[in-house]
């Protein structure tokens, strides 16, 4: 099939052509001899990541296969060509030998300590001084990645139950650098305050939420040009979670201020330079496909529409080590009416989704 593309096609935040190709599953700026078999106009962007998202887990655990599919399939109907799985305890490898499913970055299974997060979702190690060792075995199930649980709530204090750091400093530093040694980046589920220090001195790659980040952090987090996947639809839930925890009310206050304060934090990273990512979370509490609904609460934060669709597309894909659209590049890429750039509501409207040359 050759398709022409047509209209704006945009490559990046400085390269945007009037038109392309898509021959053999390839993009290319040569005009072709073929005739095209279809044109699609209107404003052409690389495929979009959701950079947090969890095909294989749903609110109780793993699911089926037959599941999963569904959920990667809502994902690429929204025109997420691209996800970077962060942490599934399902084996979801075998996306990757289905043509007609988004491309998957997998980052093995969550790693935390027993009671210490959600049940049925991650690795749980019996003692602190297994992480490094897991972190590497981790890093050989997955495709690069590694994501680690650094906090969450420690019900043994009874009524004092809150937010608690689940590794020592020197334990998290040498589970980065092993993950490192292996050739993987390492992210980090992290809602509280007392975490983020000793992941910034270990040398962390990613943060998934960074909720409890103060200002210092940030001037860090920047400094260190660290992205943070703002995941606005689940830190929106922290009232309801606050709601469920009666019985700690320290735990449900935090989360009642981090969640009057969210808007403020992803407002205050993007200030500071701070990549903010975009990711929906979903998998567990939120559904798949809702990339243009995680958008539009990054831009209700603050961050311009232009600079939210650029994390949601080409800049992350640079990041993540995947293609955009450039010469012979796979066409993985999504069509809209108008520019989303100027108006992010127009991202949960894709006109054609086009998947390694197939139109989805």
Known sequence: MVLHLRGTVVLDDEREVGEAWVVGGRITFDRPSATPDAVLEGWVLPGLVDVHCHIGLASDGPVDDGTAEKQALADRDSGVLLVRDAGSPADTGWVHDRDDLPRLIRAGRHLARPKRYLRHYGRELESV??????????????DGWVKL??????????????????????????AVAAAHAAGARVTAHTFATESLDALLDAGIDCLEHATGATPDHIDR??????????????????????????????????????HAHRYALVRDLYEAGVPVLVGTDAGGTIGHGKIADEAAELVRAGIPARDVVAAASWRTRAWLGAEG??????????VFGADPREDIGVLGAPRAVVLRGAVV
């Open 129 to 142: 001084d297994q992480l490094p060792s897991a972190v590497r075995e981790e890093a050989a199930r997955g």
């Open 149 to 174: 649980v650094a906090d969450w709530i420690d019900r043994d204090l009874g009524a004092d139950g809150d937010l608690r750091p689940l590794w020592p400093a020197d334990v998290l530093a040498d």
């Open 325 to 334: 659209l450039g010469e012979g590049a796979s066409a993985d890429l999504v």
């Open 221 to 258: 987090i920047a400094a260190a040009g660290i992205p943070v996947t703002a995941t606005l639809l689940q830190i929106g839930q922290f009232e309801a979670i606050a709601a469920q925890g009666s019985r700690y009310p320290l735990f449900a206050a935090r989360m009642r201020a981090l």
